[in-house]
Nanobody, 125 residues
Framework: QVQLVESGGGLVQAGGSLRLSCAAS????????MGWFRQAPGKEREFVAA?????????DYAGSVKGRFTISRDNAKNTVYLQMNNLKPEDSAVYYC?????????????????WGQGTQVTVSS
């Protein structure tokens, strides 16, 4: 069983930055693929970024955030981060951390079995 707890959300002006954190329980964190998803009101939950231990922490990003967001992990702290720069109003959403075993870069919500409770990010124009 894996428990995930997100933090770091908040209100920021357009062009600003935030760093989200997701603390995970479990002794095998280093072998999980970790993902970030987001869900805006009235919209489907969408993929943001993923990081896999395989291949030396390989990463994948949604096109809408590539070049602005960076996913990273600290296995010693069982924590994954999402650094978000140059934020836009359309980035406003509840951001969720997700985890699953396996070494691939999974990019759909159906492939993840563990989820955090979410953290709100609001970007004002």
């Amino acid at each position: 069983q894996v428990q995930l707890v997100e933090s770091g959300g908040g209100l920021v002006q357009a062009g600003g930055s935030l760093r989200l954190s997701c603390a995970a329980s479990g002794r095998t964190f280093s072998t999980y693929t970790m993902g970030w998803f987001r869900q805006a009101p009235g919209k489907e939950r969408e993929f943001v970024a993923a990081i896999s231990w395989f291949g030396g922490d390989s990463t994948d990003y949604a096109g809408s955030v590539k070049g602005r967001f960076t996913i990273s992990r600290d296995n010693a702290k069982n924590t994954v981060y999402l650094q978000m720069n140059n934020l836009k109003p359309e980035d406003s959403a509840v951001y969720y951390c997700a985890a699953r075993g396996g070494g691939y870069l999974y990019s759909t919500k159906y492939e993840y079995g563990y989820w955090g409770q979410g953290t709100q990010v609001t970007v004002s124009s």
